[in-house]
């Protein structure tokens, strides 16, 4: 009965360092604030200048759109847009303002600890497009992300030549 005794001893004790050192492992994989926000300006840079490349193509590609960088409170990326003017035969001379706008940012860093992709569309007076996509920090890829901006970009352009 001695040997179970020290057997079951033992067996705890191992089961104590092995609860302590995952504990420790587990510390060690918890990011620290400064990490988080490193990481997310990281992503925000890379995904920024993807949006931004990609929305210029869009304006270059489908006349009378201008482009623009977006930056500041709402976030960082890139718009095109484009107004038209849509004149009524019986309209007498007055016309009707039609504007279309893309839209796509990184949200800023939050308390949350997501990178934050948004994405607004409006085809000539419509909205059309609203879509978000969020994934923790330590999780995140650029690349998941730079294919949701592709996919939104020719969803929007599908919308906009539909309605042309």
């Given amino acids: 009965m001695k040997d179970f005794e020290d057997r079951l001893q033992e067996a705890l004790r191992r089961g104590r360092q092995r609860g302590l050192a995952n504990k420790a ?3 060690q994989k918890q990011w620290t604030e400064e ?7 990281e992503m925000r840079l890379e995904l920024s200048e993807h949006i931004e490349q990609a929305l210029e193509k869009f304006a270059h590609q489908v006349p009378g ?21 849509r004149l009524a035969p019986h309209a007498k001379g007055r016309g009707e303002n039609l ?9 800023p860093f939050s308390a949350y600890h997501v990178v934050d992709l948004r994405a607004k569309g409006t085809v000539r007076n419509r909205e059309l497009l609203e879509r978000r ?7 995140a890829s650029a690349d998941q992300f730079q294919k949701r901006i592709d996919t ?7 919308l906009y030549a539909a309605d042309s």
């Fill in 25 to 27: 492992q587990h510390e």
């Fill in 35 to 41: 990490e988080l926000r490193r990481r997310h300006t």
């Fill in 65 to 85: 759109f201008l482009y623009e960088p977006v930056f500041g409170e709402r976030g960082w990326g890139a718009a095109c847009y484009r107004d038209d003017l």
């Fill in 99 to 107: 504007y279309s706008r893309l839209e796509i940012t990184v949200a």
């Fill in 133 to 139: 996509y969020h994934m923790p920090i330590e999780n």
């Fill in 152 to 158: 939104w970009i020719l969803e929007y352009a599908e």
